[in-house]
């Protein structure tokens, strides 16, 4: 699809790559951005249209769908990287199902309909490398990326039937908040927000935005040993 004209909406765009998203996709030409927040008074770009959105509350959601009639592009941003541990406390494990997993699936349910409706359109949904890689400080993040994955394979299946393309996006770490106390290379939320949307605009079903990811993906047909031991 175009990015030049579309109506898009961006869960979690007040900050980070969700507000890199929405500058890609102004620079582009996007005739309308939904930039979406949990304290929408967070978001003061007067290009766009603010909408509030809590991607793990059901009525939140529902009413954003409503709102947002007109989007024909979702990109499901907002995510949590909160250290739970799968053998910690299994609070920690669902506050990561209930934002990385079942609150972009919920949308993406929800906006289903309205894609279908303007013409079948994209959904992007960021993953990570640690969709495919678990370490025991991210065991409840990457468990919940993981989920998302399997969730965003389905999606691009059941939603081709209506014509909407579905982008999975993977990447080791962003120069953003969540990655803040990480050192080491990162990626810059502009390169990656202009990587992405050149895959939408292209159909692409995958976006591997790093070495980190590319590496891992390609480890995963090799000897596990190989890749776990690698990491030191
Ligand atoms: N940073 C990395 O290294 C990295 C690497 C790979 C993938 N990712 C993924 O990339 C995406 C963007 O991450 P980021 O680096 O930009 O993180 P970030 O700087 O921490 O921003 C996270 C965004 O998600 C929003 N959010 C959190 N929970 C929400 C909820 N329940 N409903 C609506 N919005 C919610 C936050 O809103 P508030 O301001 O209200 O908290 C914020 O806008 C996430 O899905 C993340 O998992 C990040």
């Known amino acids: ?23 890609e996709l102004l620079a582009r030409g996007a005739a309308k951005v939904y930039a979406t927040a949990r304290d929408v008074s967070t978001v003061t770009d007067p290009r766009v249209t603010p909408l509030a959105l809590d991607i ?24 949590i990287a909160t250290g739970a541990s799968v053998l910690g406390d299994e609070e920690g494990l669902r506050r990561e199902m209930e934002t990385n997993f079942f609150g972009p699936v919920r ?27 678990a370490l025991p400080t991210t065991g409840g993040y990457s468990a919940a990326k993981s989920a998302a994955w399997a969730a965003t394979n389905a999606q691009r299946m059941s ?5 909407t393309t579905v982008t999975a996006v993977h990447v080791g770490y962003l120069d953003t908040e969540m990655a803040a106390h990480v050192d080491g290379p ?18 692409e079903p995958e976006v591997l935005g790093d070495d980190r990811s590319r590496m891992v993906k390609a480890a995963l047909s090799g000897d596990l040993r190989d890749l776990y031991g690698s990491l030191g």
Do not use: C, H, Y
């Not at 699809?1 to 929405?22: D, Q, Y």
């Open 56 to 79: 793990t509350d059901p009525e939140s959601v529902a009413a954003a769908a409503r709102a947002a009639a007109d989007v024909d592009l979702l990109i499901n941003n907002a995510g």
């Open 159 to 163: 939603l081709a039937e209506q014509g």
């Open 186 to 203: 990162k990626v810059a939320p502009d390169k990656l927000a202009a990587q992405v949307l050149d895959a939408v605009e292209a159909g």
């Open 107 to 133: 949308v993406t349910r929800l906006f289903a309909p309205v894609l279908a409706a303007n013409g079948g359109g994209a959904v992007v949904n960021m993953l990570s490398v640690l969709s495919w890689l």
């Open 1 to 23: 699809m175009r990015i030049e004209g579309a109506t898009a909406l961006v869960t979690g765009a007040n900050r980070g790559l969700g507000k890199a998203f929405v500058e």
